[in-house]
């Protein structure tokens, strides 16, 4: 498998501080991200950036379950493609640390760390009745396309197939 | 840009290399924005850069069939090899395309008793090209494509199963991948190049070539964690190449400026069936280093697409199989306007010339008989092909006259009862039936830039010319970014040749070359 791509942000945060000053960054797009934030603590990454609207119930002790049961997956209040991947990983307990290891600095993960969960020959099998094709497998790529083409933990997701094809995937 | 600030700008730059230098700028900046001004002062001087990041034998650009297929040979020779692909995967236009690979003599053709020879294989493409092919390297495809059909089977393992014809070849030469798709192929060699120990770097651009004060290329600077098709992504790196380079970076159908100074006709209103990353600039880079092009406005349309579906699509599996039993009809007249079985130059020319989409249409007999029903479902679920219950329907959601349209079938009728199309000299084929069984199928089409048959100059070393007219020192190239092996216009299916057996060469010659340093 090729190494991951590189999502835009990630490599901004890698470089220097002076950075930050010369791109100037839409609301919640690039909050830094800290491996020690709860669930609750929106704040610890966004800081004075309001996530939540007003009367939201408290997110304390939340997980993706209970997310689920007001913003459903069909409803208008879905999350899919507005919660970035990283957040329902971690509201599911998949911590930071457990894709990126403990390394000082964060580096994209390589797909083989998304397919130890996620196998590819499973998941197009999930998906198989997804219409008008299956977005897990193709006649291009079969099953061997890497995860983050699609699918950006830190960042919105985007339908690749869209190039060339009108297949207006949901993406979560 | 006025000359004032260019000077302005000028003075900057100086004083701001002076301080920093040239290559830790570029490297550290990238992001900048001061990147551009700095590559520009790099160029200018052409300078070799002060420290090289990383070091290879041989340094291939592009992922497709040329590509892989010269980093497969050059690593077979021994040589440390680096692919690099400015996209987030691999395969080009290649990973698209239909498969589809003309081989002369294969043993499809013996099994089915079709004679054929490299000779019979180069008449058809010099007619087909006009006779503007350069024939030392048209030879060297027809000459070589059954050995590259055995070294895709045999050696890389991709598995080719059937034969299939396709216009302008004199007989049935074409062999096709065991899922229909270049996938079939690239994939392979992909998997192949890896095991050999290619080694890879995908979202890496090719910006430009460096050359040594005697003009021999000797790397390139690239762009690491390029984010297409932001220009300003990424950051600057140099790589040196030992032994040579090998550009495998495709045409430029998507560069809509650069077609349109080589052919002022197509210009945004027409879409490509290629993949985004066809854009040509790493030719423009070459013919800066000193490498020259050629037939570069020679750009294939292909008159088959749909402007009712994107990319590719399904309409050309649909209208390919129904020329020769339905007609084809100019909307605004309702009449038949152009020879429906000609080549595609014949019919993208035409359909230009009128300026909006034509429709072509069979009725269930035809349609039936001739397209596949996956091809069908699909169409029509997207919508691109549409079913009429009577020609009437089909008139009005067009806006076709109908006494014309109707008179224009009646007269297609007549020509496929005898046979013979006095009009047009449209092949109509014996089981080709008159157009009256309701439904009917028809759609729109207007033509997408589908190949670049024009590019660098290569000899049948697949070395480049430089425009000293002398080979440009450590430089191959092989695929779409050649010209000079299609002529006017290539035969179907003979691309994916080229690449093969191009890309083996070069990748072969890379790996010959003595280190420069
Ligand atoms: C839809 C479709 C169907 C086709 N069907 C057939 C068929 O059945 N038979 C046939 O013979 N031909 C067919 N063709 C034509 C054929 O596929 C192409 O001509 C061929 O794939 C070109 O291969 P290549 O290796 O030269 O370039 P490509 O496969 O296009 O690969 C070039 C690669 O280089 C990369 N690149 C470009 N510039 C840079 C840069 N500056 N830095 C780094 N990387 C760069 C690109 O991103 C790309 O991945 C088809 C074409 C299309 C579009």
């Given at each position: 498998m090729y190494?991951?791509?590189?999502?835009?942000?990630?490599?901004?945060?890698?470089?220097?501080?002076?950075?930050?000053?010369?791109?100037?960054?839409?609301?919640?797009?690039?909050?830094?991200?800290?491996?020690?934030?709860?669930?609750?603590?929106?704040?610890?990454?966004?800081?004075?950036?309001?996530?939540?609207?007003?009367?939201?119930?408290?997110?304390?002790?939340?997980?993706?379950?209970?997310?689920?049961?007001?913003?459903?997956?069909?409803?208008?209040?879905?999350?899919?493609?507005?919660?970035?991947?990283?957040?329902?990983?971690?509201?599911?307990?998949?911590?930071?640390?457990?894709?990126?290891?403990?390394?000082?600095?964060?580096?994209?993960?390589?797909a083989?760390?998304?397919e130890?969960?996620?196998e590819p020959a499973k998941l197009a099998e999930k998906t198989a009745g997804v219409k008008p094709q299956n977005p897990h497998t193709s006649p291009h790529y079969g099953t061997a396309l890497d995860c983050?083409v699609c699918?950006?933990?830190?960042?919105?997701?985007?339908n690749f197939c869209m190039q060339c094809h009108t297949f207006?995937f949901?993406?979560? | 840009?006025?000359?004032?600030?260019?000077?302005?700008?000028?003075?900057?730059?100086?004083?701001?290399?002076?301080?920093?230098?040239?290559?830790?700028?570029?490297?550290?900046?990238?992001?900048?924005?001061?990147?551009?001004?700095?590559?520009?002062?790099?160029?200018?001087?052409?300078?070799?850069?002060?420290?090289?990041?990383?070091?290879?034998?041989?340094?291939?650009?592009g992922t497709g069939f040329a590509g892989l297929s010269?980093a497969i040979?050059?690593?077979?020779?021994?040589?440390?090899?680096?692919v690099?692909e400015?996209m987030r995967t691999h395969g080009g236009n290649s990973i698209i395309n239909g498969g589809e690979m003309a081989v002369?003599?294969n043993k499809w053709q013996?099994e089915a008793?079709?004679?054929?020879?490299?000779?019979?294989?180069?008449?058809?493409?010099?007619?087909?090209?006009?006779?503007?092919?350069?024939?030392?390297?048209?030879?060297?495809?027809?000459?070589?494509s059954g050995?590259a059909l055995d070294w895709c089977q045999n050696f890389v393992g991709a598995r080719f199963v059937k034969l299939v014809f396709h216009g302008?070849h004199?007989?049935k030469r074409s062999v096709q991948t065991d899922n229909a798709s270049g996938s079939g192929l690239v994939n392979p060699l992909f998997t192949k190049a890896k095991s050999?120990?290619?080694?890879f770097?995908f979202?890496?651009?090719?910006?430009?070539?460096?050359?040594?004060?005697?003009?021999?290329?000797?790397?390139?600077?690239?762009?690491?964690?390029?984010?297409?098709?932001?220009?300003?992504?990424?950051?600057?790196?140099?790589?040196?190449?030992?032994?040579?380079?090998?550009?495998a970076?495709g045409?430029?159908?998507?560069?809509?400026?650069?077609?349109?100074?080589?052919?002022?006709?197509?210009?945004?209103?027409?879409?490509?069936t290629n993949h985004p990353g066809a854009?040509?600039?790493?030719?423009?880079?070459?013919?800066?280093?000193?490498?020259?092009?050629?037939?570069?406005?020679?750009?294939?349309?292909g008159?088959w697409t749909?402007?009712?579906e994107k990319g590719f699509g399904h309409v050309p599996q649909f209208c390919e199989r129904?020329?020769?039993?339905?007609?084809?009809?100019?909307?605004?007249?309702?009449?038949?306007?152009?020879?429906?079985?000609?080549?595609?130059?014949?019919?993208?020319?035409?359909?230009?010339?009128?300026?909006?989409?034509?429709?072509?249409?069979?009725?269930?007999?035809?349609?039936?008989?001739q397209v596949l029903p996956h091809t069908l479902e699909k169409g029509?679920a997207n919508?691109a092909i549409?079913?009429?219950?009577?020609?009437?329907?089909?008139?009005?959601?067009?806006?076709?006259?109908?006494?014309?349209?109707?008179?224009?079938?009646?007269?297609?009728?007549?020509?496929?009862?005898?046979?013979?199309?006095?009009?047009?000299?449209?092949?109509?084929?014996?089981?080709?039936?008159?157009?009256?069984?309701?439904?009917?199928?028809?759609?729109?089409?207007?033509?997408?830039?589908h190949h670049?048959?024009?590019?660098?100059?290569?000899?049948?070393?697949?070395?480049?010319?430089?425009?000293?007219?002398?080979?440009?020192?450590?430089?191959?190239?092989?695929g779409e970014?050649?010209?000079?092996?299609?002529?006017?216009?290539r035969l179907g299916t003979c691309a994916m040749l080229d690449c093969v057996v191009?890309g083996r060469?070069?990748?072969?010659?890379?790996?010959?070359?003595?280190?420069?340093?």
């Amino acid at each position: 498998m090729y190494t991951t791509f590189i999502p835009a942000r990630s490599a901004a945060l890698c470089t220097v501080a002076a950075l930050a000053l010369l791109v100037a960054l839409p609301a919640f797009a690039a909050p830094k991200r800290l491996t020690a934030a709860k669930p609750d603590n929106c704040s610890a990454c966004h800081g004075k950036d309001r996530v939540l609207p007003d009367g939201h119930p408290k997110t304390a002790k939340m997980t993706l379950a209970a997310c689920l049961e007001c913003h459903s997956k069909d409803s208008p209040a879905s999350l899919s493609g507005k919660l970035p991947l990283s957040h329902r990983h971690q509201l599911a307990g998949v911590s930071c640390v457990k894709c990126h290891g403990t390394t000082k600095k964060q580096t994209p993960v390589e797909a083989a760390v998304c397919e130890a969960c996620h196998e590819p020959a499973k998941l197009a099998e999930k998906t198989a009745g997804v219409k008008p094709q299956n977005p897990h497998t193709s006649p291009h790529y079969g099953t061997a396309l890497d995860c983050n083409v699609c699918h950006h933990q830190h960042a919105k997701g985007e339908n690749f197939c869209m190039q060339c094809h009108t297949f207006n995937f949901k993406l979560p | 840009m006025s000359d004032e600030i260019s000077q302005e700008s000028e003075v900057t730059r100086r004083s701001f290399l002076k301080t920093t230098g040239a290559v830790a700028a570029a490297a550290g900046l990238a992001m900048t924005g001061l990147a551009a001004t700095v590559r520009q002062a790099e160029a200018a001087c052409g300078e070799m850069p002060k420290k090289w990041d990383e070091t290879y034998d041989v340094i291939i650009v592009g992922t497709g069939f040329a590509g892989l297929s010269a980093a497969i040979e050059a690593r077979h020779a021994g040589a440390e090899v680096l692919v690099i692909e400015k996209m987030r995967t691999h395969g080009g236009n290649s990973i698209i395309n239909g498969g589809e690979m003309a081989v002369a003599g294969n043993k499809w053709q013996k099994e089915a008793g079709i004679q054929d020879s490299p000779e019979l294989f180069m008449k058809d493409l010099l007619k087909a090209g006009s006779s503007l092919n350069h024939p030392e390297l048209a030879r060297t495809i027809a000459e070589q494509s059954g050995e590259a059909l055995d070294w895709c089977q045999n050696f890389v393992g991709a598995r080719f199963v059937k034969l299939v014809f396709h216009g302008g070849h004199s007989v049935k030469r074409s062999v096709q991948t065991d899922n229909a798709s270049g996938s079939g192929l690239v994939n392979p060699l992909f998997t192949k190049a890896k095991s050999m120990g290619v080694k890879f770097q995908f979202t890496t651009k090719m910006e430009r070539l460096i050359t040594s004060k005697e003009g021999r290329v000797v790397g390139l600077e690239i762009r690491k964690g390029y984010k297409f098709p932001d220009d300003r992504s990424g950051k600057a790196s140099f790589v040196k190449a030992r032994k040579a380079v090998v550009l495998a970076s495709g045409g430029f159908s998507q560069n809509v400026e650069l077609r349109q100074i080589q052919d002022p006709r197509i210009d945004s209103r027409f879409d490509s069936t290629n993949h985004p990353g066809a854009t040509g600039e790493a030719t423009l880079a070459a013919c800066q280093a000193g490498a020259m092009d050629v037939q570069m406005d020679w750009i294939q349309m292909g008159p088959w697409t749909s402007p009712d579906e994107k990319g590719f699509g399904h309409v050309p599996q649909f209208c390919e199989r129904l020329v020769g039993y339905g007609p084809m009809i100019d909307p605004k007249s309702g009449r038949r306007f152009i020879q429906e079985t000609g080549n595609r130059k014949v019919r993208a020319d035409a359909m230009m010339a009128l300026g909006y989409p034509t429709i072509i249409f069979g009725d269930a007999v035809n349609v039936k008989r001739q397209v596949l029903p996956h091809t069908l479902e699909k169409g029509m679920a997207n919508g691109a092909i549409k079913k009429f219950d009577t020609i009437e329907e089909l008139a009005a959601t067009y806006g076709i006259p109908l006494a014309a349209l109707k008179e224009e079938i009646a007269k297609w009728n007549s020509y496929v009862e005898k046979k013979k199309d006095p009009d047009f000299n449209c092949k109509i084929f014996p089981e080709t039936t008159p157009t009256v069984a309701a439904p009917f199928y028809a759609c729109r089409l207007w033509p997408r830039v589908h190949h670049c048959m024009g590019g660098l100059v290569i000899d049948k070393n697949a070395q480049v010319k430089g425009f000293n007219l002398k080979p440009l020192k450590g430089l191959y190239a092989a695929g779409e970014v050649t010209g000079g092996v299609h002529g006017a216009v290539r035969l179907g299916t003979c691309a994916m040749l080229d690449c093969v057996v191009f890309g083996r060469i070069a990748g072969k010659n890379a790996a010959k070359e003595k280190n420069w340093g």
